[in-house]
């Protein structure tokens, strides 16, 4: 039987779901806990304000993996708030239990996916940043299509940044970050940079240090919002 085309104006899925290992304490971090730190569902624009109580800036995560660079980064800025979505469970409650154990209050978690997160509910102008950190390359020619950094999400995170904010990717595939470059640098709202040098107030990933071992390049793409 083949395939059931993809609806018009449907966005492909960006990531693969991986199954994971759930230990006994993040199973119960995220019994107890999540209710305290997750996004509240349902429709209509989020509250940020009201989400994190202050009017600190709001920075979306893409896809926080494990959550260790997420935690160390919210650490290191308490004042800035970050909403961190992943798709996988055990990368939920990772990010949860440390929370949890080092009592970080700046960070909101949102089990599912942060483009739909970020395309439903996020007001235009409401966020200081985006964060991409190593999205699924999809290397074969074929898949391309599913990358998540593509002109319509570039248009999208365009649209949800208020002037000056940034556009943070990050990937060890270097077919993709060329692409990242092309396609951010072609929005004429945003000031586009690349850089072979790991900014230092970004600690390094699980899936970064898996692609160093491997001998990748990491390249990281900065990309301010303009104000027009």
Same mark, same amino acid.
């Given at each position: 039987?083949?395939?059931?085309?993809?609806?018009?104006?449907?966005?492909?899925?960006?990531?693969?779901?991986?199954?994971?290992?759930?230990?006994?304490?993040?199973?119960?971090?995220?019994?107890?806990?999540?209710?305290?730190?997750?996004?509240?569902? !349902?429709? /209509?624009? &989020?509250?940020?304000?009201?989400?994190?109580?202050?009017?600190?800036? +709001?920075? #979306?995560?893409? @896809?926080? *993996?494990?959550?260790?660079?997420?935690?160390?980064?919210?650490?290191?800025?308490?004042?800035?708030?970050?909403?961190?979505?992943?798709?996988?469970?055990? !990368?939920? /409650?990772? &990010?949860?239990?440390?929370?949890?154990?080092?009592?970080?209050?700046? +960070?909101? #978690?949102?089990? @599912?996916? *942060?483009?739909?997160?970020?395309?439903?509910?996020?007001?235009?102008?409401?966020?200081?940043?985006?964060?991409?950190?190593?999205?699924?390359?999809?290397?074969?020619?074929?898949?391309?299509?599913?990358?998540?950094?593509?002109?319509?999400?570039?248009?999208?995170?365009?649209?949800?940044?208020?002037?000056?904010?940034?556009?943070?990717?990050?990937?060890?595939?270097?077919?993709?970050?060329?692409?990242?470059?092309?396609?951010?640098?072609?929005?004429?709202?945003?000031?586009?940079?690349?850089?072979?040098?790991?900014?230092?107030?970004?600690?390094?990933?699980?899936?970064?240090?898996?692609?160093?071992?491997?001998?990748?390049?990491?390249?990281?793409?900065?990309?301010?919002?303009?104000?027009?």
């Amino acid at each position: 039987m083949s395939a059931s085309p993809v609806p018009a104006g449907t966005a492909l899925q960006s990531y693969k779901l991986r199954r994971g290992r759930m230990g006994v304490e993040r199973t119960e971090a995220l019994a107890t806990h999540l209710p305290r730190y997750a996004v509240p569902a !349902g429709p /209509g624009r &989020l509250d940020l304000h009201h989400l994190f109580g202050d009017d600190h800036p +709001v920075v #979306l995560e893409i @896809g926080s *993996g494990m959550g260790d660079a997420t935690l160390a980064m919210a650490q290191a800025d308490p004042g800035t708030n970050v909403v961190a979505a992943e798709v996988h469970t055990p !990368g939920v /409650g990772a &990010l949860l239990q440390g929370l949890v154990e080092h009592g970080v209050e700046n +960070v909101r #978690l949102l089990e @599912g996916d *942060g483009r739909e997160l970020l395309d439903a509910r996020i007001a235009a102008g409401a966020l200081a940043g985006v964060r991409v950190y190593f999205p699924d390359p999809w290397p074969k020619a074929r898949h391309h299509k599913r990358r998540l950094v593509q002109p319509d999400f570039v248009a999208l995170v365009a649209d949800r940044l208020a002037p000056g904010g940034t556009l943070h990717c990050a990937t060890d595939w270097e077919p993709y970050a060329e692409q990242m470059v092309e396609v951010i640098g072609a929005d004429p709202r945003f000031e586009v940079s690349a850089d072979r040098s790991r900014p230092a107030w970004r600690p390094q990933t699980r899936f970064e240090r898996r692609g160093l071992a491997l001998g990748h390049v990491v390249t990281d793409v900065l990309a301010t919002r303009t104000a027009g």
